[in-house]
């Protein structure tokens, strides 16, 4: 029987997971691999957000914000720099680390860092919505879209996949 396939066999690395065939250190660098894909998506939005919004108090029409307008941008442009933070911790994280043998450490360590940016993320594009929609329409429905959008990344962004993760993962 082949050595890599016999559970008797397995160093102590193996996992004995039935659905993967991998060990603890293999299955970090598989991690590590999807961690990053998903940092890439995430890291775009709000690098071209954030790059945007700093040119924005530039503008002739920055001057002519109102205080509450100033102080929705203030904070938007705050936690866009903390969600591209958390967002780029994971690299800055994985080359202090490299070579220590820590991955399956380092993949937990960035895997937080990633969902505190996506939170981050959440507030940056919340509050970048209202300001816009407060400057260019001055509605009252201002309140209502940006809550009805802000439901809508809840959903698609933790709603969806926590019921997912709920009703297709045993407790195990």
Not at 16 to 27: A, K, L, M, N, V
Not at 41 to 47: E, H, I, N, R, S
Not at 119 to 146: E, I, K, M, W
């Amino acid at each position: 029987m082949d050595e890599g396939r016999d559970p008797a066999r397995r160093d102590a690395g193996r996992r004995t997971d039935p659905g993967r065939d991998e060990s603890t250190e293999e299955r970090a660098d598989r991690q590590w691999q999807e961690l990053l894909q998903e940092i890439r998506v995430a890291q775009t939005g709000v690098q071209i957000l954030f790059g945007f919004l700093l040119t924005v108090a530039f503008t002739q029409h920055f001057q002519t914000l109102s205080g509450t307008d100033r102080a929705i941008y203030v904070v938007t442009v705050v936690a866009g720099s903390l969600a591209a933070g958390a967002l780029i911790g994971p690299v800055s994280f994985h080359r202090i680390v490299s070579g220590r043998r820590i991955k399956p450490e380092a993949v937990l360590w960035a895997s937080r860092l990633t969902f505190t940016g996506i939170v981050l993320l959440l507030a940056t594009f919340t509050s970048a919505l209202l300001l816009v929609l407060r400057v260019a329409t001055h509605g009252v429905l201002v309140p209502c879209l940006v809550s009805a959008v802000a439901a809508w990344y809840l959903l698609c962004w933790f709603a969806l996949p926590l019921w997912a993760r709920d009703r297709h993962t045993d407790d195990e």
